[in-house]
């Protein structure tokens, strides 16, 4: 199975910060690669498919990179509303696994 | 506007059984695979089933086959998870989640809010 790797785990930011995540896969996923983002207590929302297509409704200070097994998503200037955690999530073979997750906390 | 509702959770002996049902709404059902995921804080997110929207052909994680079956009523515009022989393990907040495709969708697009199963003696 495809192992999807985080980093960093947590990260501390502020308001304005551009803030970037990366993931990487232990072997080639093309670019069948998906961002979520997720509340506390809240279903995980897709925010990127196909490693940067937008989905509809999703600010445009995010954005999506990368290739292969090496990945970024990128927050251009940090808002309130995207203290969150983060996951990656492969959708290039059957067990579609997703990374283990990137808080963003307020620094 | 898609919506998911899942019931059906809560608390459960080891070796015993729980089925959950997730509502669906604001998208034609049948047309779209659908999926269950699980979170819990130690293993984090991990699919678990998945079924095709039109002769629900179904599809599982290692870890749940045998175990779990997945299930849909498109008239209802329902799907349903049968757990069977839950341990410890199987604890988890399970997601009810809609398929970007008509068949074994790996990507999900919208998701329910969650039902709790707890496994505990």
């Known amino acids: 199975d495809i192992l999807m790797t985080q980093s960093p785990s947590t990260l501390s930011a502020s308001v304005g910060d551009r803030v970037t995540i990366t993931c990487r896969a232990s072997?080639?996923?093309?670019?069948?690669l998906a961002w979520f983002q997720q509340k506390p207590g809240k279903a995980p929302r897709l925010l990127i498919s196909?490693?940067?297509r937008l989905q509809s409704g999703v600010p445009s200070r995010f954005s999506g990179s990368g290739s292969e097994t090496e990945f970024t998503l990128t927050i251009s200037s940090l808002q309130p509303d995207d203290f969150a955690t983060y996951y990656c999530?492969?959708?290039?073979?059957?067990?579609?696994?997703f990374g283990q997750g990137t808080k963003v906390e307020v620094k | 506007e898609v919506q998911l509702v899942e019931s059906g959770g809560g608390l459960v002996q080891p070796g015993g059984s729980l089925r959950l049902s997730c509502a669906a709404s604001?998208?034609?059902?049948?047309?779209?695979?659908m999926s269950w995921v699980r979170q819990t804080p130690g293993k984090g997110l991990e699919w678990v089933a998945s079924?095709?929207?039109?002769?629900?052909?179904?599809y599982y994680a290692d870890s749940v086959r045998g175990r779990f079956t997945i299930s849909r009523d498109n008239s209802k515009n329902t799907l349903y998870l049968q757990l069977n022989s839950l341990t410890a393990e199987d604890a988890a907040v399970y997601y009810c989640?809609?398929?970007?495709?008509?068949?074994?969708?790996?990507?999900?697009?919208?998701w329910g809010q969650g039902a709790l199963v707890s496994v505990s003696s």
């Open positions: 989640a809609k398929g970007d495709c008509e068949n074994d969708c790996y990507l999900c697009d919208y």
């Open positions: 604001g998208f034609a059902f049948s047309n779209y695979g």
């Open positions: 079924i095709s929207g039109t002769d629900a052909t179904s």
């Open positions: 072997q080639s996923v093309s670019r069948q």
């Open positions: 196909r490693a940067s």
């Open positions: 999530q492969q959708y290039s073979d059957y067990s579609r696994a």
